[in-house]
């Protein structure tokens, strides 16, 4: 893939988090690994695997806010 399209990618899965987050509640820790890596869909200065793992742990909380982890209940 080249970088416009990775770039591109990541914009349209920018505007999913922000569809998901306005239908239902996201768990703070969602996207902290994304938020701390700060590299955003418009930085597009940065280089191509920068934005590749920025996709990557976009939608790794993506998931966590999809499908957030079972809670085990307490045996009885």
């Known amino acids: ?8 990618l ?8 922000r569809d998901i987050a ?3 509640p ?4 969602a996207y902290a690994e994304y ?3 700060g590299v955003t869909p418009t930085a ?3 280089k191509k695997e920068a934005h590749k793992t ?5 939608l790794t909380g993506i998931v966590s ?4 982890p079972a809670v085990a209940e307490p045996a009885t």
């Open 54 to 58: 920025s996709v990557q742990l976009l």
């Open 65 to 68: 806010t999809i499908h957030p």
């Open 10 to 17: 990541h914009m349209l899965i920018a505007a999913l988090r």
């Open 1 to 8: 893939m080249r970088k416009q399209e990775l770039v591109h």
């Open 26 to 29: 996201v768990p703070s820790a």
């Open 35 to 37: 938020e701390a890596h």
């Open 44 to 46: 597009v200065h940065h």
């Open 22 to 24: 306005e239908r239902e």
